[in-house]
């Protein structure tokens, strides 16, 4: 796999490429112009590794699959061990009971924060939706996961209000602002390991926007992390 983590501007990360932890209607917009439900708890998936793959320059799609839709979304590369206590990791009915980090915690273990995409495949996961099965063809294929690099979480003073956008030839298709995420984002690594260890390496998908859309063959996109980092790419 040739995918690395990056820092903004090239420079390798000493991280390994771990798994994607992704987020699913985390924007209200974005759930209703899909005609789901507003969740009442993080709806989470996951990505493989070879999910990822490079934003900058270009990346491709699935060929003959359908629609493959753009979700713009901001990324947490995780640079430690995140996990509850040993004594929290028993089994039980009630997940009200179960332990989480603390929110100090949470925000140490970031190490950078950048954008990515979460290709879709639309008509694959609207079929797979409604025979009750899981996403992962529809959301987890080699490639679905282009990442942008990173900047050091240290640049941000306040992760609760980070805005981003996507153009896509010119013409902006989606705004997000992480202040109007239904659970933010030192909320999401606190609930995600109450099940879920994360491991440095590890990137969490923070959720998309309303504007999610099919990309074509030849679009050119241009994405801006709040006004500290801007990318550009295009799709083969």
């Known amino acids: 796999?040739?995918?690395?983590?990056?820092?903004?501007?090239?420079?390798?990360?000493?991280?390994?490429?771990?798994?994607?932890?992704?987020?699913?209607?985390?924007?209200?917009?974005?759930?209703?112009?899909?005609?789901?439900?507003?969740?009442?708890?993080?709806?989470?998936?996951?990505?493989?590794?070879?999910?990822?793959?490079?934003?900058?320059?270009?990346?491709?799609?699935?060929?003959?699959?359908?629609?493959?839709?753009?979700?713009?979304?901001i990324t947490?590369?995780?640079?430690?061990?995140?996990?509850?206590?040993?004594q929290s990791n028993s089994v039980t009915k009630d997940i009200t009971a179960l332990q989480e980090v603390s929110?100090?915690?949470?925000?140490a273990a970031i190490a950078g924060v950048g954008l990515g995409l979460d290709l879709t495949l639309r008509e694959k996961q609207?079929?797979?939706?409604?025979?009750?099965?899981?996403w992962e063809l529809a959301k987890a294929f080699d490639g679905s996961a282009p990442l942008s690099g990173f900047l050091p979480v240290t640049d941000f003073s306040d992760l609760a209000a980070v805005e981003f956008s996507l153009s896509i030839n010119g013409e902006?298709?989606?705004?997000?602002?992480?202040?109007?995420?239904?659970?933010?984002?030192?909320?999401?690594?606190?609930?995600?390991?109450?099940?879920?260890?994360?491991?440095?390496?590890?990137?969490?998908?923070?959720?998309?926007?309303?504007g999610v859309a099919a990309l074509h063959s030849g679009d050119t996109l241009t994405l801006q992390l709040a006004d500290l980092a801007t990318w550009k790419t295009r799709v083969l």
């Open 103 to 107: 929110a100090e915690q949470a925000r």
């Open 172 to 210: 902006r298709r989606q705004s997000g602002d992480s202040a109007d995420m239904i659970t933010d984002m030192i909320a999401l690594l606190q609930f995600i390991t109450r099940y879920i260890t994360l491991l440095p390496g590890d990137v969490v998908m923070t959720g998309t926007p309303a």
């Open 126 to 134: 609207n079929e797979l939706k409604a025979k009750g099965q899981p």
């Open 76 to 86: 947490l590369l995780i640079g430690q061990s995140l996990l509850v206590p040993a």
């Open 1 to 73: 796999m040739d995918y690395q983590h990056q820092w903004y501007g090239g420079a390798a990360t000493n991280l390994p490429v771990g798994k994607l932890v992704c987020v699913g209607r985390n924007y209200a917009a974005h759930a209703r112009e899909l005609g789901n439900e507003v969740p009442d708890a993080p709806i989470i998936f996951l990505k493989p590794s070879t999910s990822a793959v490079a934003l900058e320059s270009e990346f491709p799609i699935p060929v003959g699959q359908g629609e493959c839709h753009f979700e713009t979304e």
